[in-house]
């Protein structure tokens, strides 16, 4: 299903867990777009594709490269898509601001405090940051 989940554009997520005995199981009912067509939801703005190769600095890339892993790693543990972990946008800005610590961590946009719970230590564990 992650592998399904990757190559498509996720728009909503339903899950339910259906109890009957022995028999019980969960339910997905999951509202995509494949990928590939390109389409984009009416009403929604298409954004460019950005480069953070070109974007960072050879060391940043580095840094934003394992940060990704981490992010891929821990997505499949959760079955969810990794932009719900943190965005491309803000793995890109924990690396160029540096971050080594949890209120650092929380002056990123989008950052919250259920994110900082959730994956703050993970996070600041592959940068070198405190905890």
């Known amino acids: 299903m992650n592998r399904f ?5 996720v728009l909503a997520v ?3 867990f259906v109890v009957d ?6 339910t997905f009912c999951i509202e995509y ?3 590939v ?12 594709k950005v480069d953070y190769k070109e974007q960072l600095q050879p060391d940043e890339f580095l840094v934003f490269s394992r940060l990704r892993e981490w992010r891929r790693r821990v997505a499949d543990e959760e079955a969810v898509p990794v932009y719900t972990i943190f965005t491309n946008g803000q793995l890109a800005e924990i690396v160029t601001k540096k971050v080594a ?5 929380g002056s990123i946009i989008g950052v919250g405090e ?4 959730k ?4 996070l600041l564990s592959v940068i070198g940051g405190d905890k």
Do not use: C, I, M, Q
Request: zero cysteines; aromatic letters at 8%; glycine letters at 12%.
């Open 37 to 48: 067509s390109g389409s984009v939801p009416v009403g929604s703005v298409a954004r460019p």
């Open 21 to 26: 005995g022995e028999n019980s199981f969960w």
């Open 119 to 122: 994956y703050g230590d993970g």
């Open 114 to 117: 259920a994110r900082l719970t």
């Open 33 to 35: 777009l494949d990928a």
């Open 101 to 105: 610590s949890k209120s650092a961590l």
């Open 5 to 9: 989940l990757r190559s498509h554009r």
């Open 14 to 16: 339903k899950k339910e």
